[in-house]
C-alpha cells in the first residue's frame, strides 16, 4: 500500500470540526452581547471554578502557553472582567481573579455553553465518550 493509502488526515478533519465549533461558541457570545472569544471564555470558566489562580495555573489547566495566557489575561483585564494582584506568598508573582462583570459574563453565558456542549454530543452517548476522549489522548500522546 501507497504511504499516503496507510495514513488519516485525522488532524484536518480536527482542524475543521474545531473552527466550527469555535464559530458556534463566538455567535452565541455575540447574541448574548459578550465581548468574548472562546479563548478568552476558556480562561474566565476557569476562574469561575476557583479564584485566585496563577498565570502558570491557568496556562497549565487551559493546555496554553504562557506568553498566550498572558496576552488573553491583560485582555480580560483590560474589558474589566478579571483582575490580577500580587501574591500573598510570592510578590513576583501575581494572582487572577474574576471581577464582578467578569462573574456577570460566566454567569449570563454558562447556561448557552452547556446548551452548546449538549448539541455537540447530541446522538452521542458515555460510551463514545470514553472512546473519544481515549482516542485524543492517545494522539495526544502520540505526538508528546
Do not use: C
Amino acid at each position: 500500500m501507497k504511504e499516503q493509502e496507510t495514513t488519516r488526515n485525522f488532524g484536518a478533519i480536527m482542524d475543521r470540526t474545531l473552527k466550527i465549533i469555535k464559530l458556534n461558541y463566538l455567535q452565541t457570545f455575540r447574541e448574548l452581547g459578550l465581548d468574548i472569544t472562546t479563548e478568552q471564555w476558556v480562561i474566565l470558566d476557569r476562574l469561575a471554578e476557583g479564584d485566585g489562580v496563577s498565570q502558570t495555573d491557568l496556562a497549565n489547566d487551559s493546555f496554553k502557553n504562557a506568553p498566550t495566557v498572558s496576552r488573553i489575561i491583560e485582555l480580560l483585564r483590560k474589558k474589566g472582567l478579571i483582575e490580577k494582584k500580587r501574591s500573598d506568598d510570592d510578590r513576583r508573582q501575581f494572582m487572577i481573579y474574576l471581577s464582578s462583570k467578569g462573574q456577570e459574563y460566566h454567569d449570563r453565558a454558562t447556561p448557552e455553553v452547556l446548551a452548546l456542549r449538549r448539541r455537540g454530543w447530541e446522538g452521542l452517548d458515555d460510551e463514545d465518550y470514553d472512546d473519544f476522549m481515549r482516542i485524543m489522548n492517545q494522539i495526544g500522546s502520540n505526538f508528546s
